[in-house]
């Protein structure tokens, strides 16, 4: 079993900046990727970014060169940096962990830019 505890959401304004910390517990040797999603109102759950075990990364298109994926693997901690955050950023930001046979994911947090 892996639990995640995403934190670090909240409001701010369009340019600013967040970084969501998504702390890993439990068996995390058996986590082979991280990837953070998002989910804004009424719309389906996208992938945002991920990171592999081998340390490869993936982003989608729409947070190219804004958003950065990271780990600190002595912490079981995967970091999303979001820089100059848009209004269309708005939604809720889980972490979800890529298992032996099962995904886990954490309770999300909210993030929300204001224009």
């Known amino acids: 079993q892996v639990q995640l505890v995403e934190s670090g959401g909240g409001l701010v304004q369009a340019g600013e900046s967040l970084r969501l910390p998504c702390a890993a517990s439990?068996?995390?040797?058996?986590?082979?990727?991280i990837g953070w999603y998002r989910q804004a109102p009424g719309k389906q759950r996208e992938l945002v970014a991920a990171?592999?075990?081998?340390?490869?990364?993936h982003y989608a298109e729409s947070v190219k060169g804004r958003f950065t994926i990271s780990r600190d693997n002595a912490k079981d901690t995967v970091y999303l940096q979001m820089n100059s955050l848009k209004p269309e950023d708005t939604a809720v930001y889980y972490c979800?962990?890529?298992?032996?046979?099962?995904?886990?994911w954490g309770q999300g947090t909210q993030v929300t830019v204001s224009s």
């Open positions: 990171i592999i075990r081998g340390g490869s990364t």
């Open positions: 439990g068996d995390t040797s058996s986590i082979n990727a």
């Open positions: 979800n962990a890529v298992g032996r046979i099962i995904n886990y």
